[in-house]
């Protein structure tokens, strides 16, 4: 790589002539600054605006700026795949054109690469983080994106940020093959990384020109996600492959508790004569312990280092979390049952998966949230 640069900005852009130079302007304000020899590259997906001739005046006068216009495969995530090729330091980032990402902080993402990270995300959600001027349902199917995001890596709290930072070596060579917006998904799946940081900014609403968020674009998301999924699981490798792991041992031990629930009831009820609301009070509980030491020593490895009271602490909150499924599952079951006119049984295997999907979550995010 070029010892001149040792920051490649890379912008991706279609049709933002309101505000491609000012976003040049900016980076370049702040790079140079903060010290900070930066390349800014503009990989446009040939917009039909003045865009181009607008990126090329300012080529001609900035030695450090340089444009590619993308023909065909046209996407932000490819135009971002590109601008990594091209690059020529080892720290890469990306911004968007429209001031959402605000250039101010580039320097943080600058030095917590250099600092020993492999990603720095810029997070909307983790403390500090915001949203300014979107309205309800934006703001719907973007926490919608994210909590679905949040299944395959947990950790993040804003995986599908797309404001980051990366080192060169965590994309040199990786699969990508992005679809719509949402690389950083694709760089988190596919990369090689071990280490992240998140940096709070705050998300304002594009300055200038009309959003790109589409029907196409939430498609393309979920494509994209199945896309990461099948990589992680054939390939057996990365942070996907680790996390349903977790989901799969989950879904065992589930299994597990399913049959000494059952088993139990009838020992105490055929056998030990026990009233039969007693007997399933006795196995229901007695199948949340079997589900809680599992899960604990299996599913999360938390292994025997625990002092006692964080280990009660731990299952305190387990069976909280297990009595907000069985609540899921009968409301669902009732809803459908009775509202839908469903089969019980099909409307009870909906429910068993909501619960199933609530206490995986949950459990993994708060009762072993640090494991």
Excluded at 48 to 75: F, K, S
Excluded at 227 to 245: M, Q
Aim: hydrophobic share 45%.
């Amino acid at each position: 790589m070029s010892e001149r640069y040792n920051l490649s900005v890379i912008i991706p852009t279609f049709n933002e002539e309101e505000n491609i130079a000012a976003i040049i302007g900016a980076v370049n304000d702040v790079c140079s600054k903060n010290g900070i020899q930066a390349e800014i590259l503009v990989v446009d997906d040939n917009s039909n605006d003045r865009t181009i001739p607008i990126v090329q005046d300012i080529v001609r006068r900035c030695e450090n700026v340089r444009l590619i216009v993308r023909m065909n495969d046209h996407g932000l995530s490819q135009s971002v795949v590109d601008g990594f090729r091209a690059a020529r330091s080892d720290i890469l980032l990306v911004i968007d054109a429209d001031f959402s990402h605000p250039p101010e902080l580039i320097p943080r993402f600058y030095e917590a690469i250099r600092g020993g990270a492999d990603i720095a995300i810029g997070s909307r959600y983790t403390k500090g983080g915001d949203i300014e001027e979107w309205p309800l349902k934006r703001r719907i199917i973007s926490l919608g994106a994210t909590a679905f995001g949040r299944i395959l890596f947990p950790e993040i709290t804003d995986p599908v940020s797309g404001f980051f930072a990366v080192r060169r070596e965590v994309v040199d060579g990786a699969p990508l093959a992005p679809r719509g917006y949402k690389i950083l998904m694709e760089v988190l799946g596919k990369g090689r990384w071990r280490s992240f940081v998140e940096i709070p900014f705050v998300f304002r609403d594009r300055a200038e020109g009309e959003s790109k968020l589409r029907l196409e674009t939430m498609l393309d998301y979920l494509r994209q996600c199945c896309g990461i999924i099948w990589f992680s699981v054939t390939h057996r490798t990365g942070p996907v492959w680790t996390e349903w792991t977790k989901i799969l041992r989950f879904g065992i031990v589930g299994l597990s508790g399913i049959f000494v629930n059952m088993g139990l009831l009838y020992v105490l009820t055929e056998v030990a004569g026990l009233y039969y609301l007693v007997s399933a009070a006795i196995a229901i509980e007695t199948s949340i312990v079997n589900n809680f030491i599992w899960n604990d020593l299996w599913t999360f490895n938390s292994g025997g280092r625990l002092r006692f009271t964080r280990r009660l602490h731990r299952f305190v909150s387990f069976q909280v979390v297990s009595m907000g499924g069985l609540a899921i599952n009968m409301l669902i079951l009732y809803l459908l049952v009775e509202v839908g006119g469903i089969y019980y049984l099909i409307a009870n295997l909906a429910g068993i998966f909501a619960a199933f999907a609530w206490n995986f979550m949950v459990n993994r995010h708060f009762t072993w949230k640090n494991v």
